[in-house]
């Protein structure tokens, strides 16, 4: 399901189709073409045999720089950037030596409806449960957080809490604090149903939307829900796993099932299809179900060819949307792209 180059685990996809080329010998045999038939007729049927030649990489092209969103529960949208898949997977490969981020501030902001924990209102032992499970998840994979009582905060807002999301910038512009360097993390009273968070991308606002740095920093940063965090009540968000996972995407990392096969071009969308970029990793397979809330480990959505040894869909991994109770690992490939990506954007 996956490929290398050379044995790095941070690589693009070498089946991701490029562009058809035409051979010499092809231009050649259509110049003679020209030369030898001079009727309008002739001339037509020329062009018309170019456009069919040159069709299909033209098609590859479109397909190949179209954007990849995601929108479930998560809610995090992921943006190519304005460059193809393989372009930007070619400059993060020449950082694939990238050093170990260093210590990331983490400040906390609890933003409730009232001061009652029905509304939001979290005590200090359920933030310092939810800091040390994110410290704990990440410090294997070479990420530490360096966080301290000072740097949690506070908010009654009932215009915050809620079902609504249309006001998360006015909240995060608010209360941000540090540069871009530093993560923060809003815990936040969301009365949506199976709603987990969402979070910023290292890329989105700086290439895509050009808004301006102070504005783009103060919108910087993850959302959680407050039902996620770990010892919660929900069926299947209970163990703080959803702040490992949006804090993935502040890092750089995509949905394990990213995509979902958009750039196939075929429809309904195949996100098995071999040119599916997925989520840029080699090491994470591609997977068709996103399977949320439960923990299929025989799950194979993408099926090999008939007689080779199943390779099962990544759930356990922090960036599906399985159970807590599932969710245990980010790969050798995601690491390396983390410290890739914080190396590109977010350590200078």
């Not at 990793?281 to 993408?302: A, E, L, Y």
Request: glycine share 6%; hydrophobic share 35%; net charge neutral.
């Amino acid at each position: 399901m996956t490929s290398s180059i050379g044995g790095n685990l941070f690589a693009w996809d070498t089946r991701l189709p490029l562009r058809p080329s035409l051979k010499r010998t092809t231009w050649k045999t259509i110049f003679l073409f020209r030369s030898s038939h001079r009727s309008i007729f002739s001339n037509l049927l020329f062009y018309t045999s170019l456009f069919i030649m040159l069709l299909p990489g033209l098609l590859l092209s479109l397909l190949a720089a179209s954007p990849v969103l995601a929108d479930f529960h998560c809610d995090s949208t992921v943006v190519a950037g304005s460059d193809t898949a393989l372009q930007s997977l070619r400059r993060l490969h020449r950082r694939q030596d990238a050093p170990a981020p260093p210590s990331t501030p983490l400040y906390v902001h609890v933003v409730a409806g009232s001061t009652s924990r029905a509304d939001g209102y979290l005590s200090e032992q359920e933030v310092v449960g939810q800091v040390s499970q994110i410290q704990s998840l990440f410090a294997p994979h070479g990420i530490t957080f360096t966080h301290t009582s000072a740097m949690r905060t506070w908010s009654v807002n009932s215009s915050w809490a809620g079902a609504s999301r249309d006001n998360f910038n006015e909240m995060k512009e608010a209360l941000h604090k540090g540069d871009y360097r530093s993560l923060n993390l809003y815990i936040r009273n969301i009365t949506l149903a199976d709603y987990g968070g969402t979070c910023t991308n290292p890329w989105t606002a700086e290439e895509i939307s050009h808004i301006p740095f102070p504005t783009r920093l103060l919108r910087d940063g993850c959302i959680v829900n407050t039902l996620s965090l770990p010892g919660s009540s929900h069926s299947f968000m209970n163990q703080g796993k959803t702040a490992v996972h949006e804090i993935g995407h502040w890092f750089g990392l995509f949905h394990t099932f990213e995509d979902q096969g958009i750039r196939d071009g075929v429809n309904p969308p195949n996100p098995c299809w071999s040119g599916n970029p997925d989520d840029d990793v080699v090491d994470t397979p591609k997977m068709r179900n996103v399977g949320t809330g439960v923990c299929n480990k025989t799950q194979n959505s993408c099926a090999e060819p008939a007689g080779q040894n199943p390779i099962y869909d990544p759930v356990e991994n922090y960036m599906s949307y399985s159970s807590d109770s599932c969710m245990d690992r980010f790969t050798e490939g995601q690491r390396v792209r983390m410290w890739a990506i914080y190396d590109k954007y977010r350590r200078e």
